[in-house]
């Protein structure tokens, strides 16, 4: 079956970096689409960056351009989330997802359109 998995969560402070990272099984990892999104607690589930299968179209967030990058290596079926510049804001558990779908080229920046996701790694930025 599909699996996503995360890692590469952790604390850093303010102004820092993390790598996040998210390996797919179960699929072909380069027909599928994929996405981040993050959870603060107390607040719904939100869009942070997404890629479409073929990587021509690359969304971000408002809150997050210019810091985060999205990225896809396909002989390592991974997909990362570089997160520069770290805000406390950014405080969250980040999910990896993809659609069921092969070729998806529909809208990625909302959570109904993702039918795998995976278990979440907790980032923490101290001020």
């Known amino acids: 079956q599909v699996q996503l998995v995360e890692s590469g969560g952790g604390l850093v402070q303010a102004g820092g970096s993390l790598r996040l990272s998210c390996l797919v099984s179960?699929?072909?990892?380069?027909?599928?689409?994929m996405g981040w999104f993050r959870q603060a607690p107390g607040r719904e589930r939100e869009f942070v960056a997404s890629t479409t299968w073929s990587g021509s179209r690359i969304d971000y967030a408002d809150s997050v351009k210019g810091r985060f990058t999205i990225a896809s290596d396909t002989l390592e079926e991974t997909m990362y989330l570089q997160m520069n510049s770290l805000k406390p804001e950014d405080t969250a558990v980040y999910y990896c997802?993809?659609?069921?779908?092969?070729?998806?080229?529909?809208?990625?920046?909302?959570?109904?359109?993702?039918?795998?996701w995976g278990q979440g790694t907790q980032v923490t930025v101290s001020s």
């Open positions: 179960g699929r072909t990892f380069s027909a599928y689409s």
């Open positions: 997802a993809s659609p069921e779908e092969a070729f998806y080229t529909g809208p990625l920046n909302v959570s109904n359109v993702y039918r795998h």
